[in-house]
């Protein structure tokens, strides 16, 4: 650096003075300089407790961990009443859900929508709910190394403050699934996002992967998801289902049309907790209240079945009429896959709660159920569970037992590979 420059740059020079004995350059003395420093602690001191009083009574940002829906009798009534309203819907289905707008009333009583949603969701006609488009709010989880995330949107309401392609690109996904898609973390740390930077290669050009996936949602909400975002005419679409709970999410919306949905399974949650208070509700709303649900109601477990085949089968015909690749995939719940690093003495619990070898390996088997029923149909269903069982490091939030940033992680690593095997550029979509 030129030498002009640089002395420009120096802090000035402190011209020192012999030491007469004072405090001070100034002259002031030690009792005066001893007033200063207590006015200063105090002055710190008050601006600290002002700052501690508008934190305390400022509203807490959005947790993002499990919340339970508390319906109140009024509430469980109107919705009963609303569902024996309806023309029963057929008994067996064929290729199709019976699928309707839900009225505005029903829709806030059994969706997160309304004066009790703190994460900005929105009715929808289409996919019920989704999230308020240009969303932008801060999702506290203190197991998140940053310890919580910016939860943003675009115009969509589809996760990511991106706005979609206008051009399309060489190769656009869109992926579907519940909160474990949605993601328990910040947009660029799910593994739809990650997808991108995976496949840029492959694709040999751009590569865009949307996000549709929310806190809740099961198969009505996919299908409505898949009908609603068509039109951006992705090539390749993935279907995420969580194995942990997707099968008893899907029985309310079922029931309602079927005009038989009852207060039972509505209350659930609530039950459930009153009866294991010592249970975290992670560990209750991603793995057990399925378990508990089907132990209780065995007769539902083919009607479980049923509902996720046949709107597995819609999506599907949806997807081979418009030419879109159609990849379902397990999302496995983490006693599955890692029990051994889960925060819970998982014996412990088997115990206490009674649970049998074949309600242990509920998921399991409703999966195996469903995958075998979609060969059928010469539907493959991915499986990750080799993957994630090699896994040395954990998976899932503790508590919580979301994907965490690393689970994440390690299903866009194995999800770009399966993609890479089978989309081609160039050859008719199945």
Not at 117 to 131: A, F, I, L, M, Q
Request: charged letters at 25%; aromatic letters at 8%; a neutral charge.
């Amino acid at each position: 650096m030129p030498g002009a420059a640089a002395a420009e740059l120096r802090p000035p020079r402190i011209q020192r003075k012999p030491y007469t004995g004072r405090m001070s350059p100034t002259g002031s003395s030690p009792r005066r300089w001893h007033r200063i420093l207590v006015r200063c602690a105090l002055a710190t001191v008050s601006a600290g407790l002002a700052v501690a009083l508008v934190w305390s009574i400022r509203p807490p940002p959005p947790s993002a961990e499990i919340r339970f829906a508390e319906r109140t009798d009024t509430q469980m009534d109107t919705v009963e009443r609303r569902s024996r309203e309806l023309a029963p819907a057929p008994t067996a289905l064929r290729r199709k859900l019976p699928r309707a707008a839900l009225p505005l009333d029903v829709a806030t009583i059994l969706l997160p929508i309304g004066e009790n949603n703190p994460r900005g969701n929105v009715y929808d006609p289409v996919c019920y709910y989704r999230y308020q488009p240009h969303l932008d709010k801060y999702v506290g989880l203190r197991w998140h190394p940053d310890g919580g995330w910016a939860l943003r949107t675009n115009a969509r309401g589809l996760k990511g403050a991106r706005e979609v392609f206008e051009t399309r690109p060489d190769l656009r996904i869109l992926v579907v699934g519940d909160s474990h898609v949605d993601g328990y973390c910040a947009d660029e740390e799910t593994f739809a996002r990650r997808l991108e930077g995976l496949l840029a290669e492959h694709a040999g050009g751009t590569v865009e992967c949307l996000n549709a996936g929310h806190g809740g949602y099961a198969f009505y909400q996919y299908v409505g998801a898949l009908e609603l975002h068509a039109e951006l005419e992705p090539h390749v679409f993935v279907l995420a289902v969580y194995t942990g709970n997707d099968f008893v999410e899907s029985l309310v919306l079922r029931r309602y049309y079927a005009g038989i949905l009852e207060r039972g399974i509505l209350g659930e949650n609530t039950k459930y907790r009153a009866e294991y208070p010592w249970l975290t509700g992670g560990f209750l709303g991603q793995y057990l209240r399925q378990v508990l649900h089907f132990r209780a109601n065995p007769q539902n477990e083919a009607i479980a079945v049923e509902t996720v085949v046949v709107a597995c089968l819609e999506m599907a015909d949806r997807c081979r009429e418009r030419g879109i690749l159609f990849l379902p995939m397990i999302l496995p719940s983490a006693p599955e896959v890692q029990p051994d690093r889960i925060d819970v003495d998982f014996a412990a619990v088997v115990e206490r709660v009674g649970l049998t070898p074949r309600d242990i390996f509920s998921a399991a088997r409703l999966t195996q159920e469903w995958t075998a029923a979609l060969a059928t149909h010469g539907i493959e269903v991915l499986d990750p569970r080799p993957h994630l069982k090699a896994a040395r490091e954990p998976l899932f939030w503790p508590e919580d037992y979301h994907l965490s940033v690393a689970g994440n992680a390690a299903i866009a690593t194995w999800l770009a590979a399966e993609i890479e095997q089978r989309w081609q550029p160039d050859a008719p979509k199945r």
